[in-house]
């Protein structure tokens, strides 16, 4: 199918993403969330110098990266659908021109 090329490269590019963000590579996520991520780190090295813990960072840092993933995969699911309708649309089209006319 000669039109869902673009969609298809949107869709290889989401996949790409939600395995980067699914292998924890901080540039796959939006710059705001690298920003609270990096600020996070901060904290649980500062605590792990003092032989501390630091439950509260890393549960920030786990639900950076769950919503993160989340929307990567919502991203990839949407982008599936419709190249799905794209194609149900040119099949319909295709039976309607045979249905109408003259072969």
Do not use: H
């Not at 605590?47 to 995969?73: V, Y």
Request: hydrophobic share 40%; aromatic share 4%; no cysteine.
């Amino acid at each position: 199918m000669g039109s869902t090329r673009r969609i298809d490269r949107e869709i290889e590019a989401a996949k790409r993403k939600l395995d980067r963000v699914r292998s924890q590579d901080s540039s796959a996520l939006p710059v705001g969330d690298q920003a609270k991520l990096a600020g996070l780190t901060g904290v649980a090295f500062a605590k792990a110098t003092r032989l501390k813990s630091s439950p509260m960072a890393e549960r920030g840092a786990a639900r950076i990266w769950s919503g993160a993933e989340e929307r990567a995969a919502a991203d990839l699911q949407v982008l599936v659908s419709e190249r799905q309708q794209l194609i149900n649309d040119e099949a319909a089209a295709r039976r309607e021109k045979k249905k109408s006319g003259w072969f």
